[in-house]
């Protein structure tokens, strides 16, 4: 199993000082020292005050974040989870991704997703009743415009009217880009075009709430992968080939029963077949959160 720091400013109730400079580069530094394989940020750019005041958080730009992280370490992967590919031309999301890979050195993994508030579409502009039309759009787009820059790429909304010169990515023939979401049109966009799924194991309330299918149990979960793998073999790709990333249980440094719990759980999800999980660490104060991936790192990544 790989590990994701989900950087603390996620959590609803972190502290504003891990949007400080000197606090996103000590974070990400002793994170990719404890062992995390990668650290990972979301995207809301306009997110409204009601969701900010009733359990939403902190946002930073991905793309400006994971790219000051970047000059800071040197070998773990930046994770975009979830980019919203809607919110945009399909041009500027294969610039701004490309250019994070570039200046990374090849370490981008491109989460993607649809988007789920309705009042952040607006914001920004963009029809939130297409979301999954504009995200399948997209997809296809993005991978053209990395593979060949020069064939140019037209859709709903955009029109290259001719070849387009864009700096390819680091990685080749482009960065993995994993998918996001757990219903059945998820998981033909990661047999389409991706190298990994991000489903959420959650209660069927809160997937109402991001509107997504629920997956409520490890069982479950693995009944989806199942029929995720089915699907991949039928396509002609390795159904062992996708990177599977699931969220890791809470933890309690206090309570050794805690620590337990999880690394069943953990245990039983990497059984069914994930090998990856995002961990959100204690986000109180940046000497906690410094404090709770060093914990995490010995206790969960390195454990014997």
């Avoid at 994070?100 to 920004?124: K, M, P, Q, W």
Wanted: charged fraction near 20%.
């Amino acid at each position: 199993m790989k590990y994701t720091l989900e950087y603390p400013s996620e959590l609803p109730d972190a502290v504003d000082d891990f949007l400080r400079p000197d606090v996103i580069r000590d974070v990400a530094v002793h994170a990719e020292s404890a062992g995390f394989s990668a650290v990972a940020l979301s995207e809301h750019p306009a997110p409204s005050v009601k969701w900010r005041r009733n359990g939403g958080h902190n946002t930073l730009d991905p793309i400006a974040a994971l790219s000051f992280m970047a000059a800071v370490t040197s070998n773990v992967k930046l994770m975009t989870n979830l980019y919203v590919l809607p919110f945009r031309n399909p041009y500027l999301s294969a610039k701004a991704l490309g250019s994070l890979d570039v200046v990374s050195g090849g370490r981008l993994i491109a989460g993607v997703g649809a988007g789920y508030l309705r009042s952040e579409f607006s914001a920004v502009g963009v029809d939130f009743d297409r979301r999954a039309e504009l995200l399948d759009e997209t997809l296809g787009a993005l991978r053209s415009i990395w593979t060949d820059p020069e064939t140019p790429v037209s859709g709903g909304g955009f029109d290259a009217v001719g070849p387009v010169w864009l700096q390819p990515p680091a990685q080749r023939p482009h960065p993995p880009i994993w998918i996001g979401g757990n219903g059945k049109a998820a998981l033909r966009r990661v047999v389409d075009y991706g190298s990994g799924w991000m489903p959420l194991i959650t209660s069927a309330g809160m997937a109402s709430v991001i509107r997504t299918a629920a997956i409520e149990d490890a069982a479950q979960f693995g009944a989806v992968l199942d029929e995720l793998r089915g699907r991949l073999a039928d396509a002609g790709r390795d159904p062992m080939s996708v990177d599977v990333q699931v969220v890791c249980p809470h933890i309690d440094l206090d309570d050794a029963a805690s620590l337990r719990q999880a690394l069943d759980v953990l245990d039983e999800l990497a059984g069914y077949g994930a090998n990856w999980a995002v961990a959100h660490v204690d986000g109180s104060s940046p000497q906690a959160a410094l404090d709770f991936i060093t914990f995490f790192g010995e206790a969960v990544i390195k454990k014997p």
